[in-house]
């Protein structure tokens, strides 16, 4: 589980008169162990900077972020990180890109070149493991970092917009690779994402941000998450109408 208690964040802007920013504000979430929670809101609202403070990267001003009932701690918990352009190493292949985080974890070597086999098979990337990023299209180096997320079994995993330089079809493609892999380990998950029906494909929670300072409007109980064959009903449509109009709402009033 994790657990988000009154988080303000601030950072210093070099111009006008390097004066402070609250990038976030009061911002309390309880996200269950299992999770999938899809962060949607206007450009500027903090999303990703939210992402950063659960990942240990930036440290709030205020307030506090707890792991399975600890403070965040990459010692004590296994967090994975996927962001907007995959993290792919370009010097490395694609064998050695999935099983990098496994190694800088020290997992036993057996074991990961087990699950990597595995994993690539699922993901249908056997044939591409001694290749380099560059010569993967987007879809190929989606499934890339999907690999190198769930090899390393993570407590909680982030996900950054990670679909969003995807063309529609090869999206949607991914977010049911994403489903596929997600329904075997269960892992607590956020994605931060500006795609309306990616939030209401794969989130069971959706938390809609507003803006200026970055801040949580409402949070939203999701029964189609998870559940790629209601993407083509009328309830999905609603709800996809329903969410848009939120969205624009909260636009205005900024």
């Not at 701690?73 to 490395?92: A, V």
């Not at 990961?112 to 993967?136: F, N, S, T, V």
């Not at 987007?138 to 890339?144: D, L, N, P, S, T």
Request: proline fraction near 6%; glycine fraction near 8%; charge should be positive.
């Amino acid at each position: 589980m994790i657990a988000i208690r009154d988080l303000t964040v601030r950072y210093r802007a070099a111009r006008p008169h390097n004066h402070m920013i609250t990038a976030l504000s009061g911002v309390s979430l309880t996200v269950p162990q299992g999770t999938v929670c899809a962060v949607i809101g206007p450009s500027g609202c903090g999303k990703s900077t939210l992402l950063k403070v659960i990942a240990g990267l930036l440290r709030p001003a205020e307030g506090s972020v707890t792991i399975a009932g600890r403070p965040v701690d990459p010692r004590h918990t296994c967090i994975g990180f996927m962001p907007q352009n995959y993290g792919l190493l370009p010097w490395k292949t694609v064998r050695q890109n999935i099983l990098l985080g496994c190694e800088i974890r020290g997992t036993r070597q057996d074991t990961r070149r087990q699950g990597m086999q595995q994993l690539a098979k699922k993901l249908h990337i056997e044939e591409l493991l001694d290749r380099y990023p560059h010569e993967l299209s987007g879809g190929q180096q989606q499934r890339v970092g999907l690999a190198r997320a769930f090899l390393l079994q993570p407590d909680v995993l982030l996900m950054d917009e990670p679909f969003s330089a995807l063309d529609a079809i090869t999206r949607e493609e991914m977010q049911d690779v994403f489903l596929a892999l997600w329904q075997q380990q269960s892992v607590t998950t956020l994605l931060v994402t500006h795609y309306v029906e990616e939030a209401l494909c794969l989130g069971k929670q959706i938390v809609l941000m507003a803006a200026q300072p970055g801040r949580i409007a409402k949070i939203i109980d999701n029964p189609l998450g998870g559940q790629r064959e209601l993407r083509d009903t009328p309830a999905f449509f609603q709800q996809a109408r329903a969410l848009r109009e939120a969205i624009r709402d909260l636009e205005v009033q900024a």
